[in-house]
């Protein structure tokens, strides 16, 4: 009994062992091809459960998911001579299991290095199709639709590979090339600067001048309005003054001779050598000015 019981669990186990050897499971993000001594003997396997004969057949599964791919920097030359330093990346995928293995033996370092120096070819082909303003422009999309479709054909063909997408992720000057840029975008703007500051200083001076302007016309008429009212005043003034020593010219003759007196005698050490019959002492004699 026991070495029947050990034999029937031999067995059981040779007979999981073989099924388990047998059976291979493909994921939902997977593909997979059935090799018979190397040699591919069925090709894009779909998701599921599957069989295969042990030792006889070999699986190897690939992901097909996007994959990516992120480019070394690389310097380009521009339509217009520019040098630039273009840092990018790539999306790519599977989409045939058979053309992929035969390509790159299944290995996706190697697929990558095969894909590389496409992707830098042709990003250079197209750079140098296009000036510096262009590839730093709004256009920058357009830049990367031609390469996207020429490597697609391409490499679908070569690798059973399909390019997604080409994404540019930073332009740069060189270095040597940036130096001159700045030095000459730093003179542009000083002397954008000095341009406006003479056009500010133009306007200043306009302004100046006809604040001047401005000021003299208004003193000028305030000065002629004055002189014009002084005048009228002093008329009016003498006007009445006369109208009032009209009334009586004796008074006015006394007020007028009273005015002298004192400015006659008004300092002290002043002398005055006049005769007393003088006319100029007549109202100090009689009041009425009468001799």
Do not use: C
């Not at 186990?13 to 997979?32: D, K, M």
């Not at 400015?263 to 002043?270: E, G, P, T, V």
Request: glycine content about 4%; cysteine-free; proline content about 2%.
């Amino acid at each position: 009994m026991h070495a029947r019981s050990f034999v029937a669990l031999a067995l059981l186990a040779v007979v999981a062992l073989l099924a388990s050897s047998s059976l291979y499971v493909v994921n939902e993000t997977q593909r997979a091809i059935r090799l018979k001594f190397g040699e591919v003997v069925e090709t894009d396997i779909q998701p599921g459960l599957h069989w295969k004969i042990p030792v006889y057949n070999t699986v190897r599964l690939f992901d097909t998911r996007v994959q990516t791919l992120d480019a070394q920097s690389s310097r380009y030359l521009t339509g217009d001579r520019k040098g630039v330093i273009v840092d990018s990346f790539v999306k790519w995928r599977i989409v045939d299991v058979t053309r992929y293995y035969e390509a790159t033996s299944g290995s996706e370092l190697a697929a990558e290095r095969l894909i590389a120096p496409r992707v830098d070819e042709s990003l250079r082909n197209e750079f140098g199709r296009r000036t510096l303003a262009e590839i730093v422009s709004e256009q920058r999309d357009e830049l990367m639709t031609r390469p996207i479709d020429e490597l697609n054909t391409a490499l679908v063909d070569e690798m059973g590979v399909s390019i997604m997408d080409i994404r540019v992720k930073q332009i740069d000057l060189p270095t040597e090339v940036s130096n001159s840029v700045y030095e000459r975008m730093r003179t542009e703007r000083q002397r954008e600067a000095r341009e406006y500051r003479a056009e500010g200083n133009e306007q200043a001076e306009r302004i100046r001048a006809a604040a001047d302007r401005n000021r003299e016309v208004i003193l000028a008429n305030a000065q002629r309005e004055a002189e014009i009212l002084r005048g009228e005043g002093d008329a009016e003034a003498a006007r009445i003054y006369a109208d009032a020593f009209g009334e009586d010219d004796d008074f006015y003759s006394f007020v007028r001779s009273m005015q002298a007196y004192r400015a006659a005698f008004a300092n002290k050490d002043d002398i005055l050598v006049v005769s007393p019959e003088s006319e100029f002492f007549r109202f100090l004699e009689t009041p009425e000015g009468q001799r």
